[in-house]
């Protein structure tokens, strides 16, 4: 890198003048962050089954209810605790399941970090649903523009970019939210920029959507902080020593932060996708075409199966046969295996069950995972499945883009079933109807956060009292 002491692109008091000054929004990038909101608030209700939840509540800090000391709620839990650990405990929840959606080119999950900050500062500081959506289209911009200068060096080497991209998106968000100048919100990038970390060794165990909790406290807290008057430094991005150098490489170009906005990240082609499945994103066009080609197979035996992918898959996908669920959501065999004996890939594919089914297991050493040269610098995980039968037929499928990404949006009927299947054991029908009516309004007057609020915290809404 050039010496960024002499950088031209003042790019942390750029990004502290945008934060503050934008708005004025198009609409479908509104509508496009309503989507993410809403589909993020279902992973968290799915999430907070899973034992990492059961962990982190005897861990924080937590109270039955509400109180003066502890006014953020914990996501299906009943408990409440001071703003920045229900921020950590609902971005942890949210990414859980790895159902939250992902962005490129950050290859990062930006709502299991922004939404979770949403929720922690409207307990701080009255807001509406509007807001809401601005910061959120401000957080996701922040994810965006650093996987842009970037990418994909920075996650090559090992670090999750939910994480290191994550405390800055979240500072950016709850500054927003919180009212910051601009001269404070510099240095909550500031303190924002030394708490960022992840390292992707821990994927495939709880700390990976740890990660994500832990990018939406640290980026509360740097906001809490310098709106208290802690001080950081006002070129935390650019200097020698800041974050560009520290995170980046000799090519990396901080320009695009002279452009904030042009385009708006979540306009861009591959700017946010949702999850149809709840596995490493990696996976889906692989479980796309697997599950085309179970309709195919009509129950033939299979002899063997190849799936050509693009080098950019080995980074993630990093497990054969699995030692449990969460290793399962990074094993495109086990993913691949999954949907051509069951044909279907839902939350309960990932379970310790399902995990050591033996029609899966027997199938997982007959599938080779290989880059295709057709495929080898695709950024968006393109992968061609072919199937062999034990009769000589071969049946094949190539998914080039994974449902869920801009060109193959969710409609609001995909958007209700997904968020059905993840809340199914958390709220009764009527109650999910509500809270995903609520939801998508939010972006409108009827968009009520405090009866949001009082939907994921378990206390019954207004709207219900007075009915």
Not at 303 to 320: D, K, N, R, T
Not at 382 to 396: F, M, N, W
Request: proline share 5%; glycine share 8%; charged share 20%.
């Amino acid at each position: 890198m050039k010496d960024a002491n002499k950088s031209p692109i003042p790019s942390t008091r750029l990004l502290a003048e945008f934060a503050v000054q934008a708005d004025g929004f198009p609409e479908a990038a509104r509508a496009r962050a309503v989507d993410a909101i809403t589909d993020c608030v279902g992973c968290m209700l799915a999430g907070r089954r899973e034992p990492l939840a059961d962990a982190l509540l005897r861990t924080l800090t937590i109270t039955p209810g509400s109180a003066p000391h502890a006014p953020a709620m914990l996501v299906g839990t009943g408990y409440h605790a001071p703003a920045s650990d229900a921020a950590l405990f609902n971005g942890a929840i949210a990414h859980a399941l790895d159902y939250d959606d992902t962005n490129h080119p950050a290859y990062a999950h930006p709502s299991a970090v922004i939404v979770p900050v949403l929720l922690a500062a409207a307990a701080l500081r009255p807001c509406t649903g509007c807001d809401w959506v601005d910061a959120y289209i401000l957080g996701l911009e922040v994810f965006g523009k650093l996987g842009r200068v970037l990418n994909t060096a920075h996650y090559k080497r090992g670090w999750h970019a939910t994480a290191t991209f994550g405390a800055l998106a979240a500072a950016i968000v709850a500054g927003r939210l919180l009212g910051l100048d601009a001269a404070t919100m510099e240095m909550a990038i500031g303190i924002a920029v030394s708490s960022a970390g992840g390292a992707r060794v821990n994927f495939g165990s709880m700390v990976k959507p740890l990660h994500a909790g832990l990018a939406a406290r640290n980026g509360l807290q740097a906001v809490m902080m310098a709106a208290n008057g802690l001080a950081s430094s006002t070129q935390s991005l650019e200097r020698r020593y800041g974050y560009f150098d520290l995170f980046g490489d000799t090519h990396a170009d901080a320009t695009c932060f002279q452009d904030l906005g042009k385009p708006l990240e979540i306009l861009t082609e591959y700017g946010l996708a949702l999850k149809p499945y709840p596995a490493c994103g990696a996976t889906h066009p692989g479980i796309e075409a697997a599950l085309a080609l179970h309709e195919q197979l009509a129950g033939a035996p299979i002899q063997s199966v190849h799936a050509g992918v693009c080098e950019m898959a080995f980074e993630p996908l990093i497990y054969v046969e699995p030692k449990g669920a969460l290793q399962g959501k990074f094993s495109l065999h086990y993913c691949l295996a999954a949907a051509l004996v069951d044909g279907q890939v839902n939350l309960a594919t990932f379970s310790d069950e399902k995990i050591a089914d033996p029609r899966i297991l027997a199938l997982i050493p007959r599938i080779h995972m290989e880059v295709d040269e057709r495929l080898r610098h695709d950024s968006e995980f393109a992968t061609r499945v072919a199937v062999t039968t034990r009769d000589g037929r071969t049946l094949e499928r190539e998914v080039p883009l994974a449902l869920g990404k801009p060109d193959r949006w969710m409609s609001r009927a995909q958007l209700k079933r997904k968020f059905d299947d993840c809340c199914a054991t958390a709220l009764a029908a009527t109650r999910r109807d509500s809270l995903f009516d609520a939801l998508q309004s939010l972006d409108h007057e009827s968009g009520n956060i405090a009866n949001l609020v009082r939907y994921l915290s378990g206390e019954q809404p207004a709207d219900e009292q007075s009915s």
